[in-house]
């Protein structure tokens, strides 16, 4: 993962992401980039001529950036992730291969597919912070696994939405992190630390074990039980 990219990332609080969500009108912004586009690609031509290519991504990029929320800008998961989006301006934008398809409809479908992949990886991990009702419980036993299953699931949601792409588990790491902001719990050295030890042992191309994702589960429970936390997750405003 980019520097900036993973900074910007861990400067970014879940509850700002989160209330963004719903500001995604995927209709809306088919029909700005097909208003954009439709009159810019040459009737007859068989391939773009790489200035415009570079040009008409400009201008889709900069619709992206006046429609979007804090979802896409602050997550990581702008257009031309492939981890995420499995888009690729290079090979994805107008220039596929052997022969590009330069259908106005096929390219939106494309980009709305990407943007669509970024926006339910995080909607599934908003269902399932607010799903964590074993969080609220009373009981010091019932949080701990509360938290180290939530903490699972937000693996494997994010395995499904990688597919374990190279540096995939930067994002396991992102929505764990967030899953601690969600829930009130303090991101203490020993939580951390407990992130580091297990996640850290992720790699690119291979997803984790059950015994692993349980791993990581557990240390990071455990770890944050021992802080103590009570927060429930925040309703929309």
Known sequence: MRRKQRQRREESGWEVIQR?????HPERIAALLR???TPRIPRGMRKLEESLREELRDGVEAILDANMGPWYHETGVVLGNEIIGGFCWCHSFFNHRPLPDL???HNVQ???KALERGHGWLTALDATYR???LLDDPDEGIRQLGLSDAVVRAIEITVEATATEDAWY???YDA???LLQARGVPANHEVRKAMRQTLGKFESWVGPTPDE???AGDAVALAAVKTGFNARYPGRQ
């Open 35 to 37: 208003e954009y586009l």
């Open 103 to 105: 259908g106005v409809e």
């Open 170 to 172: 930067g994002y396991a």
């Open 131 to 133: 799903g964590a009702e």
């Open 176 to 178: 764990v992190n967030w």
């Open 20 to 24: 963004s969500l719903d500001s995604y």
């Open 110 to 112: 494309l980009i709305m």
């Open 213 to 215: 994702a349980r791993a």
